[in-house]
């Protein structure tokens, strides 16, 4: 089976991959990169709709991020996300 020199993603060292897909130098790099991956994760909830941001920087308070989302709605998806009634866009008032 083929070697293949790759750099790992989170610490840059070079390492022997047997496996193609292998992005990480060691299983310490890998959970620490997933912990890093957790903690810059942040989530706004507007009624039904809950958005994830990934990789953010710590600088961004929640109150930035949720005016993003806000400023993204439009009044008929606020419509929707806030009623009671199962999600159907595109609905006909008749
Ligand atoms: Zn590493």
């Given at each position: 089976m083929a070697v293949v020199k790759r750099n790992c993603i989170h610490c840059g060292a070079t390492f022997d991959s047997?496996?193609?897909?292998?992005?990480?130098?060691s299983a310490a790099c890998k959970s620490q990169h997933h912990r890093i991956r957790k903690v810059t994760e942040r989530r706004v909830v507007v009624g039904r709709l809950e958005v994830v941001f990934r990789?953010?920087?710590?600088?961004?308070t929640q109150e930035m991020l949720e005016q993003m989302v806000h400023d993204a709605l439009t009044p008929e998806i606020l419509k929707v996300i806030h009623s009671d009634k199962p999600i159907q866009l595109g609905e006909s008032h008749a």
């Open positions: 047997k496996n193609s897909r292998g992005v990480y130098c990789d953010v920087n710590p600088n961004t």
